[in-house]
């Protein structure tokens, strides 16, 4: 087989797939109900980095059927680097329909003598089949 006849049996075989971004990705997800989505939750020292989470879920009947929780780090400073989210956890709770999720992150950032210290941004979202939900927040160094 020639190198020509290659490349357009590969050209055929790609011409259908679409290629998006995770984020798009996650928005595609049907949902008949109707997506449900929190406000995002953002976190920053600013100047050095900021964290933002964000969750989407889908409820069928009054259950919760899918979840998505995403985190977008951005750092700010050359002193500082995203070291990646450490801890994360997505479920139901026990004998009920709420759901909670939970991340936490780190950030590692030089200090004023030049000492690498982290810090946590950490999310937890209770959340329920009708699109309610609370979250708490905070940084733990």
Known sequence: ???KKMLAGSVIL???LTFVATGEANAA??????AK????????DPGKWTYTFDLSWCANGGTIVWA???????????????????EESLGGKPNSSVWQAYDM?????????????GVNPW????????????S??????
């Open 1 to 3: 087989m020639t190198l």
């Open 14 to 16: 790609c011409a259908g």
């Open 29 to 34: 997800r049907e949902c008949a109900s109707g």
């Open 37 to 44: 989505v929190i406000k995002p939750v953002v976190l920053e």
């Open 68 to 86: 998505e929780p995403s985190v977008t780090a951005r750092v700010h400073s050359s002193a500082c680097r995203w070291v990646g989210r450490i």
């Open 105 to 117: 992150s780190e950030f590692s950032c030089l200090d004023s003598k030049g000492k690498e210290h």
């Open 123 to 134: 999310v937890v979202v209770t959340f329920d089949p009708a699109g309610g939900y609370e």
């Open 136 to 141: 708490r927040s905070d940084v733990a160094a």
